[in-house]
């Protein structure tokens, strides 16, 4: 909660507050890297934890464990990359279950050092469903943030979703996937919110019939 300029209380959206904390984290996080004295060292720990309380507040994660994530990270802080293979058969689209919360999205995941764009997603693809696939075309480059997707994440998350073609294999599922099939692009499962989103797949569906039209980005 803020005040406006007359002094009466405004709340602010979750999303501002969440957009506002990555950012403090990221600032913290590299202001831990370059920190030259313990005074800094103290206030940017100070400032990252500030950031914990701000996405504690808005979610029902702990600040112990939202921390504890922050530790992980080291360096410069740069945003995370997550890939997502799009294959289109007709009307249909290609998804797959995942066993963490049972709901359906395009294969992908986070891409790997020492992996190209293209060779993630098609190692997603290929983990993930059973098929072998060739990444053709980038389709869009999304912002998470800026997606809609749900639960918020408490880093900066990029989003290259790229359409593949089949040139192999058979639907199988793994240690990540529970369900393998085509679904109508009109007619999806209920989805993981958190990977992908309706109007993506349906976006992805509109670039995909249209080779003239760039990428989407942002």
Known sequence: ??????????????????????????LAQDGLLYAQNPF??????????IAA??????????????????????????????VRGAVFRDDQVLLVQERSDGLWTLPGGWADPGDTP???VERELREESGYEARAVRLLAVYDRATQGH???HPFSIYKLFFLCELTGGEPASSIETSGVRFWPVGGLPPLSLARVTAPQIARLYHLAARPNLPTDFD
Not at 40 to 49: G, K, L, P, S, V
């Open 118 to 120: 293209a060779a993630a």
């Open 40 to 49: 800094d060292h103290e206030r940017y720990m100070a400032i990252q934890q």
């Open 1 to 26: 909660m803020t005040e406006n300029s007359e002094g009466n209380p405004v709340e602010l959206p979750t999303a501002n507050w969440l957009t506002c904390a990555t950012r403090l984290q990221a």
């Open 150 to 152: 749900q639960p918020p």
């Open 53 to 82: 309380e701000m996405m504690a507040a808005v979610s029902d994660v702990s600040v112990e464990h939202i921390l504890g994530l922050f530790g992980e990270q080291a360096g410069y802080a740069t945003p995370k990359v997550d």
